[in-house]
């Protein structure tokens, strides 16, 4: 069964790939530390804070639950 925090990390990098952006430059456009998004994007962040998830996702132009699923 998969985890939250690996589907989290998955769909942000699968979105982010089909964007065609790196990690550096979604941390510029969701105004995050490029540390937090390795970070979640690696599953080392466990549990990324509901507003953290909330300005990734308006950067990649997807809702939070695109994220979770």
Known sequence: MTNT???????IKKYRKKKGITQDKLSKM???TYNT?????S????NPRVETLKQIADALGVGIDDLMK
Not at 5 to 11: D, E, H, Y
Not at 37 to 41: A, C, L, P, V, Y
Not at 43 to 46: E, F, L, M, R
Request: proline fraction near 0%; aromatic fraction near 6%.
């Open 5 to 11: 925090k690996s589907v989290i990390a998955g769909n």
């Open 43 to 46: 599953g080392a962040t466990y």
């Open 37 to 41: 998004i390795i970070k979640i994007e």
């Open 30 to 32: 969701a105004d995050i």
